[in-house]
């Protein structure tokens, strides 16, 4: 098990980037009222067939060649389950996936959200040429990052040039702490 829930999410949007998807969207939303933290990550990456997205719950099976089992999908299942959560995936081939984690919020299990500035960083720093829109709300605090806006204001200057790179993270940790209020997740 991975010891934080940014940790699946970045390897969720992996799959997306190996799935070849031009735009990952991910969502994390925290809802104090209702007791829930909802992680949507979507893409419009190669999909899967019925058969594949039935299998990719099961550890062992994995669509990469480098290793005999695939245990990203099947932890983060895993985790949002033990909180009292539930879990799909929908995806349809040439089309794109969508993964819902819905945990606990307050669930005496539910691994912290952990690093989502740099998850996030990592994601756009390291895949430049992958379009994200990333989605943060607390209690209806929210921010989005959108590469596609970034793209057009930057012209061709790549991601990962060191200011860019900076002006990005400190974007994501600003907004954070401004979304987050008194809230800890």
């Given at each position: 098990m991975m010891p934080e829930l940014s940790l699946n999410i970045l390897d969720v949007a992996e799959n997306s980037i190996r799935a070849e998807a031009?735009?990952?969207?991910?969502?994390?939303?925290?809802?104090?009222?209702?007791?829930?933290?909802t992680v949507v990550i979507s893409d419009n990456g190669c999909g899967m067939t019925e058969e594949q997205c039935s299998a990719v719950c099961d550890p062992f099976f994995t669509t990469r060649t480098t290793r005999k089992v695939g245990l990203g999908v099947p932890f983060f299942k895993q985790a949002a389950e033990s909180t009292g959560g539930s879990f799909s995936i929908r995806s349809v081939p040439g089309e794109g996936?969508?993964?819902?984690a819905v945990f606990g919020l307050s669930h005496i299990d539910r691994?912290?959200?952990?690093?989502?500035?740099?998850?996030?960083?990592?994601?756009?720093?390291?895949?430049?040429?992958?379009?994200?829109?990333?989605?943060?709300s607390v209690d209806g605090r929210s921010?989005?990052?959108?590469?596609?806006?970034?793209?057009?204001?930057?012209?061709?200057?790549?991601?990962?040039?060191?200011?860019?790179?900076?002006?990005?993270?400190?974007?994501?940790?600003?907004?954070?702490?401004?979304?987050?209020?008194d809230v800890t997740l």
């Open positions: 031009s735009l990952t969207e991910i969502s994390v939303t925290a809802d104090t009222a209702a007791d829930t933290l996936t969508v993964v819902t691994m912290p959200l952990g690093d989502m500035t740099a998850t996030v960083h990592t994601l756009v720093t390291m895949h430049c040429d992958t379009d994200f829109l990333y989605t943060y921010f989005v990052l959108d590469t596609r806006e970034f793209r057009e204001i930057l012209g061709g200057v790549p991601f990962d040039t060191p200011e860019i790179s900076a002006y990005i993270k400190d974007f994501l940790s600003e907004n954070k702490r401004e979304a987050d209020g």
